[in-house]
Antibody, heavy 116, light 111 residues
Framework: EVQLVQSGAEVKKPGESLRISCKGS????????ISWVRQMPGKGLEWMGR????????NYNPSFQGHVTISVDKSISTAYLQWSSLKASDTAIYYCARWDDGLGCWGQGTLVTVSS | VVMTQSPLSLSVTLGQPASISCRSS???????????LNWFQQRPGQSPRRLIYKVSNRDSGVPDRFSGSGSGTDFTLKISRVEAEDVGVYYC?????????FGGGTKVEIK
């Protein structure tokens, strides 16, 4: 069974750093791009960027460029989304999703709460 | 590419049909001949689940009461007979142009 399993909920303070993860299983992880999608409280879905696990090539939605970094450790079939300095406005659920003719398989989501 | 969904919300009697429109600001026909238009269902408290890919192809396990149609810039998701488990928010998404974009969502509730 194809699965993406994300790391657990996080509570952080403004200015702190954070890395959340997304582990793929049930398929060849390097064959499918991974995207990250943000959902702010009560709002819709926003595509943040994507990464090719085979060579770590990534590209970003300009709205998120410079504020987040997408990376991968293909030896453990895991993609990451990280922040070096969180803001209160980063409070949201973050989903990873696998590209196959669209976003066909999604993780369960990671709730990130940023509050002083 | 801007994706515009309508209506914003839909109140439907059980067993009745429902239809959601999604329009894109540019054609979604890709150079490989495919149109990368997806439909998603997000039930309350759950992750999005893809229902339809490439305009009209149902994902595995999706009931056949869901169907997708359209071409170019104009797309539709239809539910032939709404059931209680269909309550949630539905999103379209285009994957043809590199910056993937979603519609704003349509909330479906039971009347």
């Amino acid at each position: 069974e194809v699965q993406l399993v994300q790391s657990g909920a996080e509570v952080k303070k403004p200015g702190e750093s954070l890395r959340i993860s997304c582990k793929g299983s049930g398929y060849n992880f390097t064959n499918y791009w991974i995207s990250w999608v943000r959902q702010m409280p009560g709002k819709g879905l926003e595509w943040m960027g994507r990464l090719d696990p085979s060579d770590s090539y990534s590209n970003y939605n300009p709205s998120f460029q410079g504020h987040v970094t997408i990376s991968v450790d293909k030896s453990i079939s895991t993609a990451y989304l990280q922040w070096s300095s969180l803001k209160a406005s980063d409070t949201a659920i973050y989903y990873c999703a696998r590209w196959d003719d669209g976003l066909g398989c999604w993780g369960q989501g990671t709730l990130v709460t940023v509050s002083s | 590419v801007v994706m515009t969904q309508s209506p914003l919300s839909l109140s439907v009697t059980l067993g009745q049909p429902a239809s959601i429109s999604c329009r894109s600001s540019q054609s979604l026909l890709y150079s490989d001949g495919n149109t990368y238009l997806n439909w998603f269902q997000q039930r309350p408290g759950q992750s999005p689940r893809r229902l339809i890919y490439k305009v009209s192809n149902r994902d595995s396990g999706v009931p056949d009461r869901f169907s997708g149609s359209g071409s170019g810039t104009d797309f539709t998701l239809k539910i032939s007979r709404v059931e209680a488990e269909d309550v949630g928010v539905y999103y379209c998404m285009q994957g043809t142009h590199w910056l993937l974009t979603f519609g704003g969502g349509t909330k479906v509730e039971i009347k």
